[in-house]
């Protein structure tokens, strides 16, 4: 299982970036997906993600500013980025992990797949 994304850069402030994910090479119906950033010595953090798969949640900072996207039968993960502000530069990651049934979680040591990640750098 491999994920794979696609989308970082550099964009002023107030400008706009999406971030794309692929999940590949799967093997089971149901996973769990979201978006983590971090900065570099700090903790990883969840950006956004789908407790249910009907429902996204966000984190506070980028509430009305982000919007997570799934299409399920690509088993691809998007998030679009507007307004974005330079607190929002870090390396941004998508992360998976396999889960039958339940409530999906936002904690990053529940992800157990990892793509490379995708710098996104926002300047003032």
């Known amino acids: 299982v491999q994920l794979m994304e696609s989308g970082g850069g550099s964009v002023q402030s107030g400008g706009s970036l999406r971030l794309s994910c692929v999940l590949s090479?799967?093997?089971?119906?149901?996973?769990?997906m979201a978006w983590f950033r971090q900065v570099s010595g700090q903790e990883r953090e969840v950006v956004a993600w789908f407790p249910r798969h009907d429902k996204a949640s966000y984190i506070d900072s980028v509430k009305g500013r982000f919007t997570i996207s799934q299409d399920t039968n690509k088993n691809t993960l998007s998030l679009q980025m507007n307004s974005l502000k330079p607190d929002d530069t870090a390396m941004y990651y998508c992360a998976a992990y396999i889960l039958p049934a339940g409530l999906c979680s936002s904690t990053p040591s529940t992800y157990t797949i990892w793509g490379q990640g995708t710098q996104v750098t926002v300047s003032s």
């Open positions: 090479r799967y093997t089971y119906s149901r996973y769990c």
